[in-house]
Protein backbone atom coordinates (compact mmCIF):
# COMPACT_ATOMS: atom_id res chain seq x y z
CA UNK A 1 0.00 0.00 0.00
CA UNK A 2 1.79 3.48 -0.82
CA UNK A 3 1.92 6.24 1.64
CA UNK A 4 -1.05 8.69 0.46
CA UNK A 5 -3.45 4.95 0.66
CA UNK A 6 -1.90 4.95 4.40
CA UNK A 7 -2.48 8.32 5.34
CA UNK A 8 -6.14 8.57 3.72
CA UNK A 9 -7.24 5.22 5.41
CA UNK A 10 -5.66 6.91 8.69
CA UNK A 11 -7.59 10.31 7.85
CA UNK A 12 -10.63 8.18 7.53
CA UNK A 13 -10.29 6.35 10.26
CA UNK A 14 -10.21 9.23 12.38
CA UNK A 15 -12.34 10.96 10.99
CA UNK A 16 -14.94 7.64 12.01
CA UNK A 17 -13.50 8.01 15.14
CA UNK A 18 -14.29 11.66 15.49
CA UNK A 19 -17.88 11.31 14.17
CA UNK A 20 -18.30 7.81 16.93
CA UNK A 21 -17.38 9.99 20.01
CA UNK A 22 -19.69 13.16 18.76
CA UNK A 23 -22.80 10.69 18.57
CA UNK A 24 -21.52 9.31 21.24
CA UNK A 25 -21.54 12.59 23.17
CA UNK A 26 -24.73 13.49 21.92
CA UNK A 27 -26.53 10.24 23.23
CA UNK A 28 -25.25 10.71 26.43
CA UNK A 29 -25.91 14.53 26.36
CA UNK A 30 -29.61 12.81 25.94
CA UNK A 31 -29.26 10.42 28.24
CA UNK A 32 -28.60 13.06 30.63
CA UNK A 33 -31.34 15.12 29.89
CA UNK A 34 -33.96 12.24 30.01
CA UNK A 35 -32.27 11.06 33.45
CA UNK A 36 -33.17 14.94 34.37
CA UNK A 37 -36.75 15.00 33.04
CA UNK A 38 -37.07 11.61 34.96
CA UNK A 39 -35.78 13.01 38.32
CA UNK A 40 -37.70 16.11 37.97
CA UNK A 41 -40.82 13.55 37.35
CA UNK A 42 -40.09 11.79 40.10
CA UNK A 43 -39.61 14.72 42.87
CA UNK A 44 -43.02 16.21 41.54
CA UNK A 45 -44.44 12.65 42.17
CA UNK A 46 -42.59 12.51 45.34
CA UNK A 47 -44.29 16.41 46.02
CA UNK A 48 -47.69 15.36 45.56
CA UNK A 49 -47.35 12.11 47.00
CA UNK A 50 -46.64 13.98 50.64
CA UNK A 51 -48.67 16.80 50.18
CA UNK A 52 -51.52 14.38 49.59
CA UNK A 53 -50.35 12.20 52.53
CA UNK A 54 -49.90 15.39 54.36
CA UNK A 55 -53.67 16.87 53.67
CA UNK A 56 -54.75 13.02 54.92
CA UNK A 57 -53.00 13.33 58.45
CA UNK A 58 -54.18 16.89 58.62
CA UNK A 59 -58.03 15.76 58.25
CA UNK A 60 -57.74 12.55 60.64
CA UNK A 61 -56.03 15.16 63.36
CA UNK A 62 -59.18 17.68 63.02
CA UNK A 63 -61.94 14.63 63.37
CA UNK A 64 -60.38 13.15 65.96
CA UNK A 65 -59.66 16.65 67.49
CA UNK A 66 -63.54 17.21 66.54
CA UNK A 67 -64.50 14.16 68.54
CA UNK A 68 -62.40 14.85 71.59
CA UNK A 69 -63.91 18.32 71.65
CA UNK A 70 -67.54 16.55 71.36
CA UNK A 71 -66.49 14.47 73.82
CA UNK A 72 -65.14 17.70 76.20
CA UNK A 73 -68.42 19.30 75.55
CA UNK A 74 -70.38 16.33 76.60
CA UNK A 75 -68.80 15.75 79.80
CA UNK A 76 -69.18 19.38 80.79
CA UNK A 77 -72.90 19.41 79.57
CA UNK A 78 -73.60 16.04 81.92
CA UNK A 79 -71.38 17.99 85.04
CA UNK A 80 -73.40 20.88 84.49
CA UNK A 81 -77.46 18.80 84.88
CA UNK A 82 -75.49 17.15 87.75
CA UNK A 83 -74.39 20.40 89.40
CA UNK A 84 -77.87 22.03 88.46
CA UNK A 85 -79.85 19.25 89.77
CA UNK A 86 -77.65 19.08 93.37
CA UNK A 87 -78.10 22.59 93.55
CA UNK A 88 -81.84 22.67 93.00
CA UNK A 89 -81.90 19.93 95.81
CA UNK A 90 -80.25 22.09 98.33
CA UNK A 91 -82.49 24.92 96.86
CA UNK A 92 -85.06 24.57 99.22
CA UNK A 93 -82.90 23.74 102.55
CA UNK A 94 -80.77 26.71 101.83
CA UNK A 95 -84.02 29.28 101.78
CA UNK A 96 -84.96 27.48 104.86
CA UNK A 97 -81.89 27.35 106.40
CA UNK A 98 -81.56 31.45 105.53
CA UNK A 99 -85.12 32.16 107.22
CA UNK A 100 -84.77 30.39 109.94
CA UNK A 101 -81.26 32.55 110.71
CA UNK A 102 -83.52 35.34 109.82
CA UNK A 103 -85.97 34.99 112.32
CA UNK A 104 -83.87 33.56 115.51
CA UNK A 105 -82.20 37.33 114.18
CA UNK A 106 -85.27 39.15 114.30
CA UNK A 107 -86.29 37.38 117.54
CA UNK A 108 -83.48 38.41 119.24
CA UNK A 109 -83.56 41.64 118.69
CA UNK A 110 -87.37 41.62 119.87
CA UNK A 111 -86.44 40.30 122.89
CA UNK A 112 -83.83 43.14 123.58
Known sequence: MARP?????????????????????EAREERIAEARQEAD???????????????????????????????????GDAERESLEARAAGNREETVEY???LFREAVNVQSQT
Open 5 to 25: EVLDRIKAAEDEADDIVAEAE
Open 98 to 100: AVD
Open 41 to 75: RIRENAREEAEALKQERLEKAREEIEAEREEIIAD
